[in-house]
Antibody, heavy 119, light 107 residues
Framework: QVQLVESGGGVVQPGGSLRLSCVAS????????MHWVRQAPGKGLEWVAY????????YYADSVKGRFTVSRDNSKSTLYLQMDSLRPEDTAVYYC????????????WGQGTLVTVSS | EIVMTQSPAALSVSPGGRATLSCRAS??????LAWYQQEPGQAPRLLIY???TRATDIPARFSGSGSGTEFTLTISSLQAEDFALYYC?????????FGGGTKVEIE
C-alpha cells in the first residue's frame, strides 16, 4: 500500500537549520508531484512547498520562501525539505503528502515529524 | 491569496444525527475544493475532492456540494469515528490554502 514516512524532525535553535526526509513506497514516486504541509501545535493546516514529479516547478508559501528548499531523489523515492534560518513560528508537525493525479490536493499523507524551534 | 473560511468552528451533534459544515472562499475556486478529516494525533485523510467526489473507501454518508465560493460537507447518520476535525482546501490557485477547520463533537 501507499506509504510515506517522514524523519529528521527535532529541536533546533532560532536561526538554525534542519533537513526533513520523506521516504515513499507503494507507488511510482517519480510520477507524482509531492507537497509539504505543516501544522503548528493546536492550529490548522498550512501548505508549505511543492515539487513537480521531475524536480522542476517548485512553489513555496510566502512564509518560507527564501528559507526553505524542497528537493527530491527519485532513485531513492525520497522527498526532502531543507529548512534554514528557522524561526519559532516554524514550530510544527511537518507532513509530506502525495499529489493526486494532476490536481494539487493530497490523497496520502505521512505520519508527520515534529520540528521545534526554541532557544 | 484565497482565504478559506469555515463555519461553525465547532458543532455538537448526537450519534446518528446529521452534521452540515460550511466552507467559503474569498474568490471563486470553481469546483477545486477538497475536504479532509483529522482525528487527534493523526494525519489528515482525504474525504472529498472536486467539491463532491468521494475519495477511495470513503463511506456514502459523507457528501459534498457547492461550487464557486460556497461549499458544504454533510455527514449523515454520524458514527463514533466521525467525531473529528474537518478542513476544506482550495487547489484552484497558488498558494494552496486551507480553512481554519470545524470540530465535530459529540452532543
Amino acid at each position: 500500500q501507499v506509504q510515506l514516512v517522514e524523519s529528521g524532525g527535532g529541536v533546533v535553535q532560532p536561526g538554525g537549520s534542519l533537513r526533513l526526509s520523506c521516504v515513499a513506497s507503494g507507488f511510482t514516486f517519480s510520477r507524482y508531484g509531492m507537497h509539504w504541509v505543516r501544522q503548528a501545535p493546536g492550529k490548522g493546516l498550512e501548505w508549505v512547498a511543492y515539487i513537480r514529479h521531475d524536480g522542476g516547478n517548485n512553489y513555496y508559501a510566502d512564509s518560507v520562501k527564501g528559507r526553505f528548499t524542497v528537493s527530491r531523489d527519485n532513485s531513492k523515492s525520497t522527498l526532502y525539505l531543507q529548512m534554514d534560518s528557522l524561526r519559532p513560528e516554524d514550530t510544527a508537525v511537518y507532513y509530506c503528502a502525495k499529489k493526486i493525479g494532476n490536481e494539487d490536493l493530497f490523497d496520502c499523507w505521512g505520519q508527520g515529524t515534529l520540528v521545534t524551534v526554541s532557544s | 491569496e484565497i482565504v478559506m473560511t469555515q463555519s461553525p468552528a465547532a458543532l455538537s451533534v448526537s450519534p446518528g444525527g446529521r452534521a452540515t459544515l460550511s466552507c467559503r472562499a474569498s474568490q471563486s475556486v470553481s469546483s477545486n475544493l477538497a475536504w479532509y478529516q483529522q482525528e487527534p494525533g493523526q494525519a489528515p485523510r482525504l474525504l472529498i475532492y472536486g467539491a463532491s467526489t468521494r475519495a477511495t473507501d470513503i463511506p456514502a454518508r459523507f457528501s459534498g456540494s457547492g461550487s464557486g465560493t460556497e461549499f458544504t460537507l454533510t455527514i449523515s447518520s454520524l458514527q463514533a469515528e466521525d467525531f473529528a476535525l474537518y478542513y476544506c482546501q482550495q487547489y484552484n490557485n497558488w498558494p494552496l490554502t486551507f480553512g481554519g477547520g470545524t470540530k465535530v463533537e459529540i452532543e
